[in-house]
């Protein structure tokens, strides 16, 4: 039974997610929005390279990953997974992994044209069908990570199914961007959120259903995740808006960019021992 007024309108609003249904939200969303997504993004990010951020900040260039050749790597919210087929291109040992039947097939699409194929697998994020231990990296360019109600389990999951002395890095919306609205234009550089509310951003349907689920959390919660998962934090990388780059994606923009940052990359390893 639909208890919504005969009228409602879908909304905008913070509340609460459960896992279920951040869950059913985030498959459905992509799996929409798929086609529109690479349809605007698919060129700046190409099909055969690891772009980690709106700010064009390159695999090539920074090496985050360090030397892969050789190496088991994981991409989460792998995408049309052109930084996985990247990482083949250097020696690694790549699987790409994403929740979205749409995306996937963008993947398929992409190795085809490229000539890169990559194993693929649709599976959450907070239950990985892998044996503990199996990967040297695990990494992702905005994927999962934002999507999902308990980060503090994504972190949990990604360090068992690491090796001892694995790499683990992820690149997010820099925290500091959910006190602005997401305008790139001069609307965007007003304060009007609250940095320390937590409760996601969501999008409904006229039945009250989550359609989209984005999840804020603070630097200092960021830090705290991954140390009480076990993990050591070694960088946090934010890039800068670089000169002569005028692209604008959604509320990344050069005037923003220019003024504080839109990205934050965190790198961090299992222990050892």
């Known amino acids: 039974m639909n208890d919504q007024p005969p009228h409602a309108e879908p909304a905008v609003t913070r509340r ?28 700046f990010l190409g099909d055969v390279d690891l772009v980690w951020c709106p700010e064009g900040l390159r695999e090539a260039d920074v090496r985050l990953l360090g030397d892969v050749e050789g190496a088991r790597l994981l991409e989460l919210g792998c995408g049309a997974a052109a930084g996985s087929r990247w990482l083949v291109g250097q020696g690694a040992d790549v699987t790409a992994l994403d ?4 995306m996937l097939r963008h993947a398929r699409l992409a190795a085809d044209r490229s000539g890169v194929h990559v194993p693929l697998v649709q599976a959450d994020a907070l239950a990985l069908p892998f044996r503990a231990g199996t990967f040297d990296m695990v990494h992702t360019a905005f994927g999962a990570v934002p999507f999902v109600a308990d980060s503090e389990a994504l972190m949990r999951e990604v360090f068992r199914v690491l090796r001892p002395g694995g790499s683990w890095i992820f690149a997010v919306t820099h925290p500091m961007r959910w006190i602005f609205l997401d305008d790139p234009g001069e609307g965007g550089l007003l304060a009007v959120h609250s940095y320390f509310d937590r409760r996601p951003y969501v999008e409904e349907d006229s039945a009250g259903v989550p359609t989209y689920i984005e999840a804020h959390r603070t630097f200092g919660d960021r830090v705290r995740e991954l140390t009480a998962a076990g993990f050591i934090l070694r960088d946090v990388v934010e890039p800068e808006w670089p000169p002569g780059h005028e692209e604008i994606w959604g509320q990344w923009s050069p005037l923003r960019g220019r003024l504080f940052p839109g990205t934050a990359i965190f790198v961090a390893r299992r222990p050892t021992t």
């Open 16 to 43: 609460t997610v459960s896992g279920d249904e951040g869950r059913a939200a985030s498959r459905r969303w992509w799996d929409r929005d798929a086609d529109n997504y690479q349809e605007e993004h698919g060129a």
């Open 99 to 102: 929740l979205s039947a749409g």
